[in-house]
């Protein structure tokens, strides 16, 4: 049965059931890792009209913990980026230039999306 558990291992490697120390979070890492997503949030949210919804999540999953941000834009599908940083990661901050890049990407592939949806069927009210 300890197959089905993603901490099985070999043995005297990690104990079944219990997850490696690489994998465990202290809570100042959680609420830094909270305060850097929250960041890409932010700065997602500064390249869109507020007519757009932006939010995150933690989560542990099976390869660890993972960070969602999500953008929902008015018309078309929701788009989201995902990110599994690992205790190191936490510790020396997430990189400035990632965290913009996750933030622009997010935006433009949310402003795509609604081009995409609405295509050219919206009468221009000023040029």
Same mark, same amino acid.
Request: no cysteine; hydrophobic share 35%.
């Given at each position: 049965?300890?197959?089905?558990?993603?901490?099985?291992?070999?043995?005297?490697?990690?104990?079944?059931?219990?997850?490696?120390?690489?994998?465990?979070?202290?809570?100042? %890492?959680?609420?830094?890792?909270?305060?850097?997503?929250?960041?890409?949030?932010?700065?997602?949210?500064?390249?869109?009209?507020?007519?757009?919804?932006?939010?995150?999540?933690?989560?542990? @999953?099976?390869?660890? #913990?993972?960070?969602?941000?999500? &953008?929902?834009?008015?018309?078309?599908?929701?788009?989201?980026?995902? #990110?599994?940083?690992?205790?190191?990661?936490?510790?020396? @901050?997430?990189?400035?230039?990632?965290?913009?890049? &996750?933030?622009? @990407?997010?935006?433009?592939?949310?402003?795509?999306?609604?081009?995409?949806?609405?295509?050219? @069927?919206?009468? %221009?009210?000023?040029?």
């Amino acid at each position: 049965m300890n197959g089905n558990t993603p901490y099985a291992g070999a043995p005297g490697v990690v104990d079944a059931g219990r997850p490696s120390d690489g994998d465990e979070f202290s809570p100042d %890492q959680m609420r830094a890792l909270r305060r850097a997503v929250a960041g890409i949030v932010t700065r997602t949210r500064s390249y869109l009209p507020d007519s757009y919804a932006v939010g995150s999540e933690l989560s542990q @999953g099976v390869n660890g #913990l993972e960070a969602t941000v999500a &953008v929902h834009p008015p018309a078309g599908s929701p788009i989201s980026a995902g #990110l599994t940083p690992d205790a190191e990661d936490v510790e020396t @901050g997430l990189d400035e230039d990632e965290r913009e890049e &996750v933030a622009r @990407g997010l935006a433009a592939s949310a402003a795509l999306q609604v081009m995409e949806t609405v295509g050219d @069927g919206v009468t %221009q009210t000023a040029r």
